[in-house]
């Protein structure tokens, strides 16, 4: 333990999740309290996660991050927010525990890495996945357990979610300390094992509308998300809850899109309003619809978040179908090589009359990738690789 | 009038009008009663109306109807809800008065003649336009006078708006018989001499969900509608009318522009999803924020319905500087001669500050023209010339 002491170090990687029941807009700033609860998919880490190395020394002079390579301001409230919640945590555990659990460590220094498998603010959730990192890292280092779900929000409110894995709700909760507003899971990435996710990644156009701000004004200005807030989320939530215990897609998908198109509603409804869907949403929007449509059932959902990406919910049984309907609609601008990433995707031919009726006019390069993954766990414990050396610094560099 | 025994001969014209309270939604689709309340302003004749010759005669063995010189079914059951209507409300007239008043001309066919000065279908409100010309067209021919709102509504909801100038309310009523959802002014078109209409016609992209159906499937589905109708709405209606009495730009646009994008929210929040704003409209709504950011104020208040043109609304004094900020924003396709048309527009140069503020990456050839227009009279009746000859057939063919 000689060099544990000189050089702890934690390395963890946490997940992206995808809300299929909605969060936008803050009863609390400071605290991140929702206006509503949500719920959401945990992501498979195979395919989208974050990696955290965090590592304490009494040789360290200051607390660094360093996020894919780069160093970058330690002092972002939010950030600030999490690493005293943690020590606070710590604090407070050794206080009542009789174990040593190394004492010194809590007045040492720390040194952060972060890095993403996928590419940083492409609309997916990688603020989630790097808080939800980043505490769960921070909480191992610092020996502390327990319900973490309430700091990982003080760094992003939808990170709280990634604290788990399969579907979890986040329960806006009442207290005005936030205490109750937390992450649970309805179920875990076991429950229901055919189902599956695309992540339809568009090029061009960046986030005009950040989503803190963005939601701010939503709050400000439109009554249509505090009737969604008050009325609509609360039941929308129990049936949702519903649907993923009897793992009824029919009524899990159409829910899931009725629950974006609101969410886009409100940010229309937001003065001035906010666009975060486009023309090619809307062409992806009209696709999955004539694809329902065309057999007669709800077989894959979208939704889209505070950006121009798509991910597409379906059954396994569905994939190689759909991939290709969207392989049609979107022929790739290269040679399509790296067009379908993830999980692997089996060949379909379509039948002349689904592609009749469901590829029109196809837009050629509107959609840069697909990656094909699926429901998977929470945060992970690694032993080894880890982001630091051991002088404390970034293995990599940008 | 022994030749107005053998043909009966009535020509009106009609305007089309903008709502700023948006109607959306019926609660009985036979009679046409809205789930709320809306409010418009009437635009000028002068550079949009709809012109309608209705004529009677023994000699007519049919009622006959050519929309732009083509002849087209009458059977249409709103079109025969109109001309049932106004034949009712002339016979009840005959039965309570002791005039004779062409006691033979309910007995005989009709043949009516309309037309357009701008193209049908654009999304302009032609329906409106249409209706409320054929309703006020046959009420004369027949000798109905009184309130005809209720009847030109059977034909096309906002067509009860269009039988009166200036700013009209129609009220949604409470009666399930529809006789109290009629429409009202607020102010006539003299009351605010300085507000000006500016349609932005853009190019391509027809309607791709007829509003008829469109509304229907809003009703059905879409839970933020419902709260829209029963409380935004209230409470914005009487706003506006305030605003319209108080000649209050600033308020009249910035509601104007919350109404036009929460009714496009409330189309988004249907399922499926219906989108009538695209690409192009977030260019149109995104530089009018910006313009009227630059200003400080809000100089400018766009509106949408149910197709993709935007109508603008600003004080006269706005107009020229505006116009040249479209122009430079969606510079003309061709040499640009025909890109203003209406009343007529001076010259204007753009400071640079102005230009760097709010002129961003230029989209050639996306805005057809600019019709400059403001608000005017209701229908109107003239003497000559009309649209039928005296053989009681179209003067000219399409």
């Given amino acids: ?19 299929v029941i909605k969060y936008w807009g803050k009863r609390d700033n400071d605290l991140i309290l929702p206006i509503n609860s949500s719920l959401s998919v945990t992501l498979h880490q195979d395919q989208l996660k974050t990696t955290t190395t965090a590592a304490a020394s009494r ?15 330690v002092g972002h409230p939010r950030l600030q927010a999490c690493l005293r919640e943690v020590r606070r945590l710590a604090r407070k555990r050794r206080g009542s525990s009789t174990e040593d659990t190394a004492p010194l460590i809590l007045s040492y220094k720390v040194h952060i890495a972060t890095e993403n498998n996928f590419p940083t603010a492409a609309g997916l959730a990688s603020s989630a996945a790097g808080y939800a990192c980043l505490v769960s890292a921070l909480a191992r280092l610092y020996g502390v357990e ?17 604290m788990l894995g399969g ?15 937390i992450a649970q899971q309805v179920a875990p990435e076991t429950h229901w094992p055919e189902l599956r996710v695309l992540v339809l990644v568009v090029s061009g156009e960046k986030k005009q509308v950040g989503s803190t701000a963005g939601m701010q004004t939503s709050v400000d200005t439109s009554p249509l998300l505090k009737h969604r807030a008050e009325v609509v989320v609360p039941e929308r939530l129990a049936l949702m809850v519903r649907h993923i215990r009897e793992r009824d897609f029919e009524g899990f998908g159409q829910l899931t899109m009725q629950d974006s198109n609101q969410f886009h509603a409100t940010c229309l409804d937001t003065f001035p309003p906010i666009f975060y869907l486009n023309d090619l949403s809307r062409h992806i929007i009209a696709l999955a ?16 978040d505070a950006g121009p990406n798509a991910v597409i919910f379906m059954l396994a049984d569905t994939v190689a179908e759909f991939v290709e309907v969207v392989r049609r609609s979107f022929p790739p601008a290269t040679n399509g090589d790296q067009f379908v ?58």
């Fill in 167 to 181: 579907f979890v709700q986040w329960q806006r909760g009442e207290r005005p300390d936030g205490r109750d507003s």
């Fill in 146 to 162: 327990g319900e973490l779900s309430e700091v990982a929000r003080r760094g992003s409110g939808s990170a709280c979610r990634s």
């Fill in 59 to 73: 040789d360290f002079t200051e607390d660094r991050l360093w996020l894919n390579g780069e160093e970058v301001d």
């Fill in 289 to 304: 619809h004539r694809f329902n449509a065309h057999h007669g059932c709800t077989k894959v959902a979208y939704t889209f």
């Fill in 1 to 19: 333990m000689s060099e544990e002491r000189a050089l702890a170090v934690v390395t963890c990687t946490a997940p992206v999740n995808i809300a």
């Fill in 341 to 398: 990433r993830g999980l692997p995707v089996s060949a379909a031919s379509l039948p002349e009359e689904l592609l009749a009726a469901v590829v029109a006019e196809p837009v050629p390069g509107a959609v840069q990738y697909i990656l094909h993954t699926k429901p998977g766990p929470g945060p992970q414990f690694l032993d080894d690789p880890n982001l630091l050396g051991a002088d404390g610094l970034p293995r990599r560099t940008a």
